[in-house]
């Protein structure tokens, strides 16, 4: 098979911390699984390349990025430097649109080993898909009166019926390939126009989808169900702006946002898929080598997944839970409770995907 073709983009922070060792653990199973990569990193889609060219990326990043099959992406943002609206819509909001990546996948699974806030979890393993290219992440809005008592500001949230449908067909789609239940986030008590309409679009692709059960919670008492009861759910498709949250919380509630992953997806290929951990570039202990690997390291294992590199993508991830599960406190970082550090947590799942044999 040809190499696949992926463009490093370690961007700021614990995102070019972690990014070695997303790579190591990919040339790993690569090895051991006969999947061949080509890698080219790029220094773009970061503050360092901000503050040299006065841009987040060159004019042409389109072109030199549509080249490769997926995007491994670390963590973008300094905010104490340059601000955090520049910074994104300059980088991996673009990278979502322009790629046309509509679904924000993202797994949450309690891992053997892993300690969770939570006094009864239970077998907590569901999905959150989230629209990613449109909803209350909009450019369109402005301010008037400005530095006047009049000073008004406006955002408006955009839902289209291609743009909604079809996240939602791709969530049903995978509940029909699952446990058959998908939930809805919604709030159409309260955002009364765009909210209504997103339930009655659930409704109108649920009858494409029979076999699938579908329920809807608003979503104030949604983030209450996923603290007391997370085992309920299966595939959870919500808005942009809801799937966020709910993609924060949701590894919260499995131990930490370190160890999530994250797939923004181009489902027809058109343009390259990008695999990033959930977290951002934890400006307060970025430099200190202290940062969890492990969603960057899962967010690998989803891209091996999306190119249908089954049995390596399991085995990165059984390597990943092995290593979760011995619970070693030298080996695991501070935001689970250890001692370790990211080279120590990285190494560790590397070796353990090297003794592994095809
Ligand atoms: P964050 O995810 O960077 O950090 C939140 C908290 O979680 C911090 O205390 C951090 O130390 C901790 N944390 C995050 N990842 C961790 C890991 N792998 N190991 C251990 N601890 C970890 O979120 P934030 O503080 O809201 O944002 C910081 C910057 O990152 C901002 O500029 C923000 O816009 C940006 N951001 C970028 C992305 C992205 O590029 N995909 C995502 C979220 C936030
Ligand atoms: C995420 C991040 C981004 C988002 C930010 C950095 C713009 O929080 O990927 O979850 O809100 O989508
Ligand atoms: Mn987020």
Not at 15 to 33: D, N, W
Not at 112 to 139: C, M, Q, W
Not at 198 to 224: C, G, Q
């Amino acid at each position: 098979a040809n190499p696949l073709k992926i463009a490093v983009i370690p961007g700021d922070g614990i995102g070019a911390e972690v990014m070695p060792y997303g790579v190591r653990c990919l040339q790993a199973v690569g090895r051991i699984f006969d999947v061949q990569f080509e890698f080219e990193e790029f220094d773009f889609a970061s503050v360092d390349y901000y503050e040299k060219h006065g841009d987040m990326m060159p004019k042409d990043w389109k072109e030199k990025l549509s080249k490769f099959d997926a995007l491994y992406f670390g963590a973008v943002g300094m905010p104490d430097r340059v601000p955090d609206d520049v910074s994104l819509w300059g980088s991996l909001l673009k990278f979502r649109r322009e790629f046309d990546q509509f679904v924000n996948l993202r797994p949450c699974r309690l891992l053997k080993g892993v300690t969770t806030p939570l006094a009864n979890p239970g077998d907590i393993d569901f999905y959150v898909v989230r629209e990613n290219t449109e909803g209350e992440y909009s450019s369109i809005g402005g301010k008037i009166f400005e530095g006047t008592d009049r000073e008004t500001v406006i955002q408006e949230t955009v839902m289209t019926r291609t743009g909604v449908d079809r996240v939602l067909q791709y969530a049903f789609e995978l509940a029909q390939r699952r446990n058959k239940k998908l939930t809805s986030a919604t709030k159409s008590n309260g955002i009364s126009i765009t909210m209504p309409w997103w339930d009655s679009r659930v409704l109108e692709m649920s009858k494409k989808f029979p076999d699938v059960a579908v329920d809807k919670y608003h979503i104030d008492i949604l983030t209450a169900h996923f603290v007391q009861r997370p085992h309920i759910f299966d595939v959870v498709v919500a808005t942009n702006l809801f799937g966020d949250i709910l993609s924060d919380l949701g590894p919260a509630c499995t131990g930490t946002i370190g160890i999530a992953p994250s797939a923004n997806i181009n489902p027809s290929g058109t343009f390259p898929s990008l695999f990033e951990p959930v977290h951002g570039s934890a400006p307060d202990i970025a430099g200190k080598g202290i940062a969890n690997p492990v969603g960057m390291i899962w967010a690998g294992q989803m891209l091996l997944g999306h190119f249908g590199y089954h049995e390596a993508a399991d085995a990165l991830l059984k390597a990943i839970e092995n290593v979760l599960a011995r619970s070693e406190p030298h080996i695991l970082t501070a935001d689970m409770g250890g001692k370790g550090d990211t080279k120590s947590l990285g190494e560790a799942i590397e070796k353990e995907i090297l003794a592994m044999k095809s």
